[in-house]
């Protein structure tokens, strides 16, 4: 496993990572090539453009989680410094962002940031990175109402017909560690129906740690065991997934 890859989402400024810049210049001497570091508030999103400046091949988005918007008190301030921070050399995406109905977070709330950053995006150009947490048929009828809307399905958990048909629509899909996983029914099936030009991997570090280091902290340096499963699924040699990944990140987050 000597390819490197492009690990498309990546939290380095969460506070599991001690040291996450010298953790990072290791990474990129070994194992990746490119990674997106994500925001998900203000505040992360400043530190994703801080971090991001000091590695020539680490980008970041800026965006609002759907678990973040019940802590904003004025939405539009908000939104006016991720429309800020979006305007950033090393900002390649607007995210994460999308719905989660996994916790309790009054729908309405989530929905009404939702509509305004896919509305920011195809005001500004740029991909979105959704965040999709049981809440698949709300998720997709949002995209589908911005029509000018791109980006990637970060952490895929939805149906393979979904997966099929966010492909149709220009839309990547992102596979986790999970698919690793003994329990990952869906994901392997999801694999096999997504167009390989279509596809990315991720850490979503530090978490969603893939076989055989679940449990431990996540990091890019674990990317290779996803891609490896994804690879074996398409019947694919490794180098050459490894080599159509990153063809794939760099078109997705249009990076030269």
Known sequence: MSSLLFDTHSHYTD????DPATLLKQLFETDICGA???????KSSRDCVELASSFPDLYCSAGIHPENCVDIEDMNSALDEIKALCKKDKVKALGEIGLDYYWEIPKKKQMEYFDAQLGL??????????????????????????????????????????????????????????ITFKNAAKLPEVAMVVPVD?????TDCPYLTP???????????YIKYTAAKVAELLNMD???????EVENSKKLFNID
């Open 15 to 18: 506070s599991k990572f001690d």
């Open 121 to 178: 995006a195809e005001e500004l150009d740029l991909p979105v990175i959704i965040h999709d947490r049981e809440a698949h048929g709300d998720v997709f009828d949002m995209i589908r109402s911005h029509k000018k809307v791109r980006g990637v399905m970060h952490g895929y958990s939805g149906s393979a017909e979904s997966a099929r048909q966010y492909s149709n629509m220009g839309f990547y899909i992102s596979f986790p560690g999970t």
């Open 198 to 202: 279509r596809i990315v991997v991720e």
């Open 238 to 244: 490794y180098n050459d997934f490894c080599r159509i």
């Open 36 to 42: 997106m570091c994500c925001g998900w508030d203000v």
């Open 211 to 221: 076989v055989p280091f679940r449990g431990q902290l996540n990091h890019s340096g």
